[in-house]
């Protein structure tokens, strides 16, 4: 999923909450303490945040505010000074689907 031209808009998605968490970076985002990695129907995961423990074992749709978080390596070498960027959502609604 291309998230880069949806940077502070709010966007709806369905997936479900992942059984294998990919390698992403984490962002501290005040009131969403909960943080979990989002399997996407398309096979892609992102991360998702959310003021409240989502209990869905199941499908379910997500809407919130895409943003953009930035990092570097964890061992940043001589050669490569690269940043990376990856798209979240900060969710403010979500809902179980069956």
Partial sequence: MHLKDK???TIALIG???DIPWQHMI???E???HIYHFD???GDQIVIYSKVEIHCTRSLSVAGEVI???GK????SKIDDVTYVE???IIDKWECID
């Fill in 7 to 9: 940077v502070g808009k």
């Fill in 16 to 18: 479900k909450i992942s």
């Fill in 27 to 29: 962002k501290i985002v």
């Fill in 31 to 33: 009131n969403h303490n």
């Fill in 40 to 42: 996407l129907e398309d």
């Fill in 68 to 70: 953009e978080v930035r």
């Fill in 73 to 76: 390596l964890k061992r940043p």
């Fill in 87 to 89: 798209y979240h959502i």
